[in-house]
């Protein structure tokens, strides 16, 4: 397969589009669906009824009002969707921040499912699941061999709080198979994936998403930083594309003064809402940095706006996304949702970061690919900027609405433009799979390396490289490697690491050769 300039903006579109159904700027869900006019909801019965009676064919009318809704809501704004049954619980679950089930992470591998990790104190590692263990059966039903979807597995293993269900193990390291008894329980969906120190006074917080556990898992990371002496906090909003408004409202209260504006919001009738700080910050002085890229969007916009307008710290990375509209999830009544721009958000210099979307469709979600193109990823030079959407912070400084959040400080991607599609391949799943299957292998043996053992086993075993080059070869993908062979064996470390380690001893490897963070850390 051909790799160009096109194929990576156009990947990362869609991941995004993808995670905007996840985290969008959300309000609380409506306690009641809306209501439509009287004329059109006949209309509309009307014509599903004479499908159903008078039709030539059979079909399934159900899926016709679903693709209704659909086209209805592709008229408004990119952002209003429609999330049917059976996607409903799954975007609930991301957003509410857990879900009951058994607590393993797990690949498809060879069409048998492979533990990859279980989750710590969860309910399968308290039953003694271990990383390289196949689950082969789930109670008296089979789950190797039979292609059963992702989605599927996840509606077998999951349950109601205190179900118990019948796994039947076969562990390879010890060749035996066994059947063990698992108690489901609550388990969290972190939206804080890291909080540790990056240096002896600065605390770095990595936030995924905004869900409803969001603040909590931020302020006990925030009040762990403040203990070890961090006076300067980073808070990575890379990759986050929103969530509830009301926790990224929450978190920007802890580092603005009382009565300083986070955010307003306007609907359609006009009436504005102007959300001020409190006085129950506990980060209200010391040096605040956020991190942003072109996927963060929405809730992410509307903390690194607050800090920004308000001079509270500074903005460093790349042109956010730009999506400064307000969505509120209304039930269907069917199990079903749609999730309805209600608001448009307002940071506080009064700007709207918004980008135009006349075009609602693939184009809105693939201006990304016009970033890579004119260069805007490398040189900030290349960022077009509004001159009459011009507006100051609380200090005078000029910002400029129209499109994203514009940073402060300016970090290109990482490595030269036209080989964006290494570095994705690098961080994406094939890596991730790769040393699945290495470890697989042998798994013994590297459990009982350590980290730096690790590192030396794969620069020094040139079989690990040329395995990796043969799998992208294998994959269709045409890159030449070799010029790279530093960086990838680099990032194969710190995946071998994530998987046999900790969250924590993961992200103290992989944020040395941050380009972004280091550039905060050498300021």
């Not at 004479?50 to 039709?55: A, G, P, S, T």
């Not at 693709?67 to 059976?86: Q, R």
């Not at 590692?125 to 039979?146: S, T, V």
């Not at 109601?160 to 796994?167: V, Y």
């Amino acid at each position: 397969m051909k790799i160009n300039k096109v194929y990576i903006p156009l990947l990362i579109s869609v991941v995004l589009a993808i995670g905007f159904i996840l985290g969008s700027t959300l309000q609380s869900p409506a306690k009641n669906g809306f209501f439509a006019r009287k004329n059109t909801t006949t209309k509309l019965n009307k014509l599903i009824d004479f499908i159903e009676r008078e039709y030539v064919d059979s079909l399934n009318t159900d899926s016709i009002v679903d693709l209704t809704v659909s086209e209805i809501l592709a008229k408004l704004d990119p952002h209003s969707v429609y999330i049917p049954k059976s996607d409903l619980e799954a975007v609930s679950q991301s957003m509410r921040g857990d879900f009951v089930g058994i607590g393993v992470n797990f690949y498809m591998f060879n069409d048998t499912l492979a533990v990859i990790k279980p989750i710590a104190q969860g309910p399968s590692e308290k039953a003694g699941i271990m990383a390289g263990d196949r689950i082969l059966f789930a109670n008296k039903l089979q789950l190797f061999k039979k292609k059963i979807q992702t989605h599927s597995l996840y509606s077998i293993l999951k349950g109601s709080k205190g179900s118990t269900i019948k796994l039947t193990v076969f562990r390879k390291s010890e060749n035996k198979k066994f059947a063990v008894n698992i108690k489901r329980d609550v388990i969290p969906i972190k939206s804080v994936d890291i909080a540790l120190m990056v240096s002896k006074t600065t605390g770095y917080i990595k936030i995924n998403r905004f869900a409803e556990t969001t603040y909590d898992e931020f302020l006990k990371g925030l009040t762990q930083l403040k203990k070890q002496g961090a006076n300067e906090i980073i808070i990575d909003l890379r990759d986050n594309s929103g969530g509830y408004l009301e926790s990224a409202v929450a978190i920007a209260d802890e580092f603005l003064k009382k009565d300083e504006l986070i955010v307003k919001t306007k609907n359609k009738k006009g009436s504005i809402t102007s959300t001020q700080a409190t006085e129950k910050g506990i980060f209200e002085s010391g040096k605040v940095t956020v991190l942003i890229n072109e996927e963060s969007a929405s809730a992410s916009e509307i903390l690194a706006g607050a800090i920004q307008d308000n001079d509270r710290g500074t903005i460093v990375g790349r042109r956010s996304f730009g999506k400064g509209l307000v969505q509120r999830e209304m039930s269907l009544g069917d199990g079903s949702a749609v999730r309805l721009t209600v608001a448009r958000y307002y940071t506080p210099s009064g700007r709207s970061i918004q980008k135009p979307y006349e075009d609602k469709g693939e184009n809105y979600f693939n201006e990304f690919q016009k970033r890579f193109e004119t260069g805007e990823l490398y040189e900030k030079d290349k960022i077009k900027i509004s001159g009459s959407l011009k507006f100051k912070t609380k200090k005078g400084r000029i910002v400029y609405g129209g499109g994203g959040i514009i940073p402060d400080v300016f970090v290109p991607l990482e490595g030269k433009q036209g080989e964006e599609m290494t570095m994705l391949l690098l961080q994406s799943g094939l890596m991730n799979y790769f040393v699945f299957e290495q470890l697989d292998q042998n798994r013994k043996a590297f459990t009982n390396m350590s980290i730096s053992d690790i590192k030396d086993e794969l620069v020094q075993n040139k079989n690990y490289f040329i395995a990796f080059k043969n799998r992208i070869k294998e994959s269709g993908l045409l890159l030449n490697l070799e010029p790279k062979k530093d960086k990838v064996l680099y990032y194969m470390h710190a995946e071998f690491v994530q998987q046999l380690f900790s969250d924590k001893e993961y992200y103290q490897l992989i944020l040395k050769k941050d380009n972004m963070l280091n550039k905060v850390l050498n300021q």
